[in-house]
């Protein structure tokens, strides 16, 4: 006997499909969605659909937007001689929320995984490479995260940027604000140990 109508059932799998989302959690979502009235979810659909048909990828440097160039590419007050290069768009909006970065951006759209098949040639790795080329860039900031693909990839990046004109800086990270040295542990007190500052 199916207990659950083939319809809910059909959402709940279709939820789960999202990154984080297990099996309860997508239950859960389709309940609510259920007993909320027909026109919320109607407009949720709506959204979902307008998602795809207005956004597209920023030609220069690969983030979501509505329009191109995007809203910071085309922003003449920032300095379009720095790069900061991220793996995803999540990234850019977290960054951007600090407020303390005004240059501009290249989204690679992934890492570097070779046992998942991700090389070079699957990410915006060439255009970064010809971005930093054609427009005399002064810096590129590699600001991948310290995971082990993200150390891969940013290492990658170095090595074929050393052979350009640029200087290649990379994102600091290490003790987390407000954090007890002793609860740290050995690889991020190890790399706060290999990016620590000059104060004179």
């Known amino acids: 006997m199916q207990v659950i109508p083939p319809a809910l059932e059909t959402l709940i799998t279709d939820l789960a499909k999202l990154p984080g989302i297990g099996r309860k959690t997508a239950t859960r979502l389709a309940l609510y969605l259920l007993r909320h009235p027909a026109p919320e979810a109607k407009k949720l659909g709506e ?8 956004i597209q990828l920023c030609s220069h440097c690969f983030a979501f937007s509505e329009s191109d ?4 590419c085309g922003d003449a007050r920032r300095n379009d001689k720095l790069i900061c290069t ?3 768009p999540g990234d850019l909006m977290a960054i ?3 407020g303390a970065y005004q240059g501009v951006y290249h989204i690679l759209h992934g890492v570097l995984s070779p046992m998942d098949g991700i090389g070079p040639a699957e ?3 060439q255009e970064l490479l010809n971005r930093v080329r054609t427009e005399e ?3 590129v900031l590699i600001a991948t995260s310290s995971t082990v693909p993200g150390e891969a990839t940013a290492s990658f990046l170095m090595d074929r940027l050393h052979e350009l004109p640029v200087k290649v800086t990379r994102l600091a990270c290490g003790i987390p604000m407000g954090m007890d040295i002793k609860y740290a542990d050995e690889h991020t007190l190890a790399r706060a140990i290999e ?4 104060f004179s």
Not at 47 to 54: A, F, M, V
Not at 195 to 198: F, G, N
């Open 137 to 139: 860039i002064a810096e």
């Open 69 to 72: 160039p995007c809203v910071i």
């Open 86 to 88: 991220v793996e995803e």
């Open 96 to 98: 951007e929320k600090t």
């Open 47 to 54: 959204d979902l659909i307008t998602l795809h048909g207005s």
């Open 195 to 198: 990016t620590r500052q000059h």
């Open 123 to 125: 990410l915006k790795i």
